[in-house]
């Protein structure tokens, strides 16, 4: 595994994770999803960070690598083919749980291309931001195969079943205009200022309360498979765990002292 397919960089609890394969727009292969895994895991793992940003510079992520793909099933027996396919994608989704689970914030940072798991990746961040020169497209279609990297979880509860259905199939490229639209990116920022823009948000949520993030992000998360009153008490234990904290009285006294709070995170 070669670490430079992805580098990292921690600045004031911001954890940046920036995808390395500009050559090949960043399509994923076996290496880079393995140093993608490394990072991720590190950065939940690592009690420093306190927020995380995925991005990919000129291009977020093509989809996979299109030529790797082909090596592998090329002189490949059927059987072959399966398990090795299948068992790549259990590792990708392995990462995919990782991002979802991960009781920090995580930021998609999204320049140029967002296709095929690109845009399955980006899903499983908690918010995005995209420059006005991104493009989009489920795409697997295109090329002959189903969907994997949680898009069919994801893509139904963000724009709905028959939006879900159109996008899936069509695989049809979309421009970030009607990706704010349809609720798969937060915002829209012009390309030169997607950095900074980016940056702010990391650092705003790093300032925050951590700790109620990881539960809000969690409740948000369990909301899409659980009944309302399973919902109602989790909603009641984090609260109240939340309110036994220094960040909630903390919170508490800023407003009543008209100031903007420090939180700790904890």
Known sequence: MSESFVLTQTKDAVRTISLNRPKALNALNRELLMALREAVFSAEQDAAVRCVVVRGGNHFMAGGDLKWFYEQIADAEAAAIRIGFEAFIHELHALIVSLRRMPKPVIASVRGA?????????????????????????AYT?????????????????????????????????DAVAAERLGLVNRVVPDEALDQEAGKLAGRLADGPTAVYARTKALLNASLGASLESQL???AESFSQSATESDFKEGLAAFIDKRRPRFKGH
């Open 114 to 138: 967002a296709a095929g798991f690109g845009l399955s990746l980006m899903m499983a961040c908690d918010l995005v931001l995209a420059a006005d020169s991104a493009y989009f497209s489920l």
């Open 233 to 235: 008490q989790h909603e």
């Open 142 to 174: 295109n090329i002959g195969v189903s969907p994997d990297g949680g898009s069919t979880f994801a893509l139904p509860r963000i724009v709905g079943q028959k939006r879900a259905m159109e996008l899936a199939l069509l695989g049809e490229r979309f």
